[in-house]
C-alpha cells in the first residue's frame, strides 16, 4: 500500500493533469459558445449579464497582502478559498508563517 506522502504527490499530479484538460477543453467551448449565441443573436445581456462584460458583485478586497508566494503572488490571508500557491506550501507540510511578508 502506497504511503501518505506518495498518494499525496499522485493526487496533486493528477489535479495538474485535470487543470490541463480544463484549460484544453475551454476554448473549444468558449467558441462553440460564441457561435451559437451569433446564430442565435443572443447577448449577454440576454443571459443576465451586463452588456459591457463586467461583473456585478463584489469587488476584490482591498485589504493589504500579509503573505508573499515563491513566485511573487500575493495573499491578504482572509477567509474564503486559499489561492493554489498556499494550498501546494501547506500541502509541501511548510508553514504558510515562513511566506509573512
Known sequence: MAGYSELMAQ???????????RKNELASVIADIKAKMKQFGISTADLGGSASGGKKGKSKSSA???????????????PGRKPEWVRT??????????FRI
Request: hydrophobic share 40%; aromatic share 6%.
Open 11 to 21: 493526487a496533486q499530479a493528477l489535479m495538474a493533469q485535470a487543470e490541463q484538460a
Open 64 to 78: 493589504p497582502p500579509k503573505y508573499k508566494g515563491p513566485n511573487g503572488e500575493l495573499w491578504a490571508g482572509g
Open 89 to 98: 506550501v501547506l500541502a509541501s507540510g511548510k508553514s504558510i508563517e515562513d
